[in-house]
């Protein structure tokens, strides 16, 4: 994956980024790991920006002892300065979930490596957008280290 000394490059659906932040452990956590230690790129756009932080403030997310306000404001940095922000031109609709859209169109315009999801029905079905792989968070770490 890492051709060319080239850093991956991820659009990851909000249920691997959330998973992530909430178990600690597991594909989700490894692949939030690896952005946090630059082995990755974490890509986003306005429209996943907002859906991550609107997750984050759901009650039945809440309850986990660690989304804290605080920690939302230190996500909410992170997603401002940690992360490439992606300008979103392509209007692809390829998703029965028009809400998973966005994720496609980011990872289009982001010229993502992969896009890291663990929705079977919707996106992991389309399996490719322009040829960029969509895949689940335990395949795109293989993928990274092989």
Same mark, same amino acid.
């Given at each position: 994956m890492e051709q060319e000394g080239l850093l991956p490059r991820l659009v990851i659906d909000t249920n691997v980024f959330v998973s992530g932040l909430i178990s600690g452990e597991g594909p989700p956590a490894l692949i939030l790991r690896a952005v946090r230690d630059k082995r990755a790129i974490h890509l986003v756009? !306005?429209?996943? %920006?907002?859906?991550?932080?609107? $997750?984050?403030? #759901?009650?039945?997310?809440?309850?986990?002892?660690?989304? /804290? +306000?605080?920690?939302?404001a230190d996500i909410a940095a992170y997603l401002v300065y940690q992360t490439e922000r992606v300008e979103l031109r392509s209007r692809i609709?390829?998703?029965?979930?028009? !809400?998973?859209? %966005?994720?496609?169109?980011?990872? $289009?315009?982001? #010229?993502?490596?992969?896009?890291?999801?663990?929705?079977? /029905? +919707?996106?992991?079905?389309?399996?490719?957008?322009?040829?960029?792989p969509i895949v689940s968070a335990r395949e795109a770490l293989e993928r990274m280290e092989g």
């Open positions: 756009s !306005d429209p996943i %920006v907002e859906e991550y932080l609107r $997750v984050l403030d #759901r009650p039945r997310i809440r309850k986990f002892r660690k989304i /804290t +306000d605080a920690f939302v609709r390829m998703s029965s979930d028009a !809400d998973d859209d %966005v994720f496609l169109n980011t990872a $289009v315009d982001g #010229r993502a490596t992969l896009l890291v999801t663990g929705d079977k /029905t +919707d996106l992991l079905a389309l399996r490719k957008v322009e040829g960029i």
